[in-house]
């Protein structure tokens, strides 16, 4: 609503949205996930190893809220934005 009054652009939206959202509901469960599930899994037990698998579960997340913020701006009915984003997860996987 406030894009259409003139009162700031989509990407200004874009950024404080994805600044607010990184930390609480991005940063902290990737590295919540990571440190239960990469011992559970066994993988090699070094410290070098889990935080580039931490690295890797935190930008997998930091990306797939871009993708989707990014296509609920561009759409306006949310019917298709769901489909065409979950589309795009289905060929990612």
């Given at each position: 609503?406030?894009?259409i009054?003139?009162?700031?652009?989509?990407?200004?939206?874009?950024?404080?949205?994805?600044?607010?959202?990184?930390?609480?509901?991005?940063?902290?469960?990737?590295?919540?996930?990571?440190?239960?599930?990469?011992?559970?899994?066994?993988?090699?037990?070094?410290?070098e190893?889990?935080?580039?698998?931490?690295?890797?579960?935190?930008?997998?997340?930091?990306?797939?809220?871009?993708?989707?913020?990014?296509?609920?701006?561009?759409?306006?009915?949310?019917?298709?934005a769901?489909?065409?984003?979950n589309?795009?997860?289905?060929?990612?996987?």
């Amino acid at each position: 609503h406030e894009y259409i009054s003139g009162y700031y652009r989509v990407s200004v939206y874009f950024l404080s949205k994805v600044l607010s959202d990184i930390l609480f509901l991005r940063t902290i469960p990737g590295i919540i996930f990571s440190c239960m599930v990469y011992w559970m899994i066994g993988l090699k037990a070094t410290a070098e190893a889990f935080f580039i698998f931490l690295f890797s579960i935190v930008l997998v997340s930091y990306t797939a809220t871009s993708m989707t913020l990014a296509i609920s701006v561009d759409q306006t009915v949310v019917a298709i934005a769901n489909i065409f984003i979950n589309n795009i997860f289905v060929l990612m996987m």
